[in-house]
């Protein structure tokens, strides 16, 4: 039974090995890249990993988007000039 847990993967499981590829990258991966590696080593394929990933580490990887400019800033709060 519990060979079956380890080889099932949860939410808390993929966001705890994400958030470890990124802290023991020393800031060389960011959290798109360390999404995609972790579905490469475990063989999810990046549509299914969607489902995977804690409100927490979308914040992260959106905001990891937009500092390179994948996608546009969102201002919120800020009145148009």
């Known amino acids: 039974m519990k060979e079956i ?6 939410q808390a499981k993929f966001s705890a090995l994400v958030e470890k590829v990124v802290k023991e990258s020393n800031g060389l991966v960011n959290y798109i890249e360390a999404v995609t590696s972790i579905c490469d080593e475990f ?3 990046v549509e ?16 990891n988007a937009q500092e ?9 709060g800020v009145l148009p000039l």
Do not use: C, G, Q, V
Not at 5 to 10: G, H, Q, R, V
């Open 5 to 10: 847990e380890e080889k099932f993967m949860t």
């Open 43 to 45: 063989e999810i394929e």
């Open 48 to 63: 299914t990993a969607s489902k995977l990933i804690s409100k927490p580490l979308k914040d992260k990887i959106k905001y």
């Open 68 to 76: 390179l400019n994948y996608i546009t800033r969102t201002s919120r």
